[in-house]
């Protein structure tokens, strides 16, 4: 399985992104799709979660309200839309994938930056 994220940039504080997270080999109803995020000197934490099945979505407190995620199931594509961008929205984003109990595999990351 490998993942492939893209569509970070630069934008300004109440801007929007949309993040996209192309998804290569098996995918099953059961599997669970999740984006997290690193900012600079901080540990890497949850934002978003679903299932594939599209049923089941979990956020971040930090985060409700502001972004949504989806996914394609013709393109195999995880999606992250982010609106009224916050300055501590910056971070480097990953897409990961869970097939178990852990998240397995991992993309290699898209970085957001919002000024204020």
């Known amino acids: 399985v490998q993942l492939q994220a893209s569509g970070g940039g630069s934008v300004q504080a109440g801007g929007s992104l949309r993040l996209s997270c192309a998804v290569s080999g098996s995918i099953f109803s059961s599997t669970w799709f999740g984006w997290f995020r690193q900012a600079p000197g901080k540990e890497r934490v949850f934002v978003a979660t679903?299932?594939?099945?599209?049923?089941?979505?979990n956020y971040a407190d930090s985060v409700k309200g502001r972004f949504s995620i989806s996914r394609d199931i013709d393109l195999k594509t995880i999606y992250l839309d982010m609106n009224n961008l916050k300055p501590e929205d910056t971070a480097v984003y990953y897409c990961?994938?869970?097939?178990?109990?852990?998240?397995?595999?991992w993309g290699q990351g898209t970085k957001v930056t919002v000024s204020s």
């Open positions: 679903i299932r594939w099945s599209g049923r089941n979505t």
């Open positions: 990961a994938s869970s097939y178990s109990t852990s998240y397995d595999y």
